[in-house]
């Protein structure tokens, strides 16, 4: 019987198992060994027990050893059941069925114990084998305890050995069902854990992403502003773009600090601000306008009110389309207008956009397409003839 998992079940019975991520069972390889161990003890006691009252002792030594063998085999090397199952029936079968001929009955008939290593085998075949394995064995086991009967006038214990297969198949079947629980059991917890890493992944390079867009946009415009003040001559108006692009700069520079301590799992790095969310808004659209972007706020409700998730979505969605008003079209003027209900509407709009410029759907909008729908909410984004517009309701 086979004791490793690998290539047990087939596809009709079990999803493929992987064995370097699934674990057998605690306990399996030293059950394998002791069932081995119990049969070919089962083996020899029947020698013992017999040897005297045989014609053919050497014959029964052989036949027996041959059951047992494929059993012990197996606990070491990959035998295919179905080999191991004719290797062990055919020599149990001359056992009970031709014993009589070869001289292997006593005379009073008490040679019986070969059909424990029946009850055992079906029950292990029962419990990791295919279905077309398991009736066979199951079959073949019934054919040879009720076969006896006709070939052994002093057996007269056909029923309580089959009654014995019946119950060892039933157990069988239990401990399969326990298994296979176990298996899929590891295999759904497999799949969660990449699911949830895959997902922390996503959310983590979102914010990344929205991060570095945004400060390098926001820095970008006032270095623009400094550079067209130096070229007229104003220091003055040159040194406060600068030290806006300095500030946005350290600003961003905290923030990515924070995105990365959310890659901390263990607890023990240090605290971090809290993300950023609805009420940060008006701040965020300051900063852009500072920064010489044409914005404007239209803002509908209190966003105090706002969930802390809802808020983050909607920061994150705002500064995502203001980076891409202020790196597609800068000159343009864009308005951002918040509904505060629930729903949560968003739409930020911006004119004069330039509409047969191809339009590529980078990760920024498919990050604020994920963030919306993460929250059971709508997202569309698209270009008119005269504006770029970004729609996005939350719940």
């Known amino acids: 019987m086979p004791f490793s998992m690998t290539g047990v079940f087939t596809a009709e019975q079990l999803p493929p198992v992987d064995i370097a991520t699934n674990e057998i069972p605690v306990g399996w390889w030293a059950a394998g060994v002791g069932g081995a161990v119990g049969v070919s003890l089962v083996a020899i006691a029947t020698f013992v027990a017999s040897f005297r009252r045989v014609d053919s002792p050497v014959l029964l030594a052989i036949l027996l050893a041959l059951a047992v063998s494929p059993m012990i085999v197996q606990l070491r090397f990959d035998v295919p059941l179905p080999v191991v199952a004719i290797w062990t ?61 006709f070939t052994d006038p002093v057996y007269g214990a056909e029923v309580i050995w089959s009654a014995g297969v019946i119950t060892a198949l039933l157990a069988g079947l239990v401990i399969r069902a326990l298994l296979v629980a176990v298996l899929n ?60 692009a300095e500030k946005a700069g350290r600003t961003s520079l905290n923030e990515i600090r924070h995105t990365v301590g959310l890659l901390r799992t263990d607890g023990t790095g240090p605290s971090t601000d809290p ?84 339009r590529r759907a980078g990760m920024g909008l498919t990050g604020m ?27």
């Open 89 to 149: 029936l055919v020599p149990l079968a001359m056992l009970n069925l031709f014993g009589s001929p070869l001289g292997l009955y006593d005379s009073e008939g008490r040679t019986q114990t070969t059909m424990m290593m029946f009850v055992w085998f079906v029950g292990q075949t029962a419990a990791v084998g295919s279905r077309r394995v398991i009736a066979a064995v199951t079959a073949a086991a019934l054919a040879i305890t009720i076969g006896r009967y």
């Open 185 to 244: 059991g590891k295999i759904a917890q497999e799949a969660l854990s990449e699911q949830a890493t895959t997902a922390e992944r996503q959310r983590i390079a979102r914010e990344v992403h929205d991060v570095i867009a945004h400060s390098l946009t926001v820095t970008m415009l006032h270095l623009t502003a400094a550079r067209l003040a130096v070229g007229r001559g104003d220091n003055t108006a040159a040194t406060e773009a600068l030290e806006e």
């Open 275 to 358: 993300l950023p969310s609805a009420p940060d808004v008006p701040a965020l659209v300051d900063g852009y306008r500072a920064a010489g972007l044409d914005v404007s706020l239209d803002l509908h409700g209190d966003l105090d009110r706002v969930e802390p998730a809802a808020g983050l979505a909607l920061y994150r969605i705002v500064q995502e389309s203001l980076t891409n008003a202020g790196r597609h079209a800068p000159g343009a003027r864009t308005t951002v207008h918040i509904e505060v209900g629930p729903p949560l509407n968003i739409d930020v709009r911006t004119e004069g956009a330039a509409p047969n410029r191809p």
């Open 369 to 395: 397409a994920e963030r919306a729908a993460a929250l059971g909410g709508s997202f569309e984004a698209g270009q008119s003839d005269t504006e770029w517009r970004v729609a996005a309701t939350l719940p």
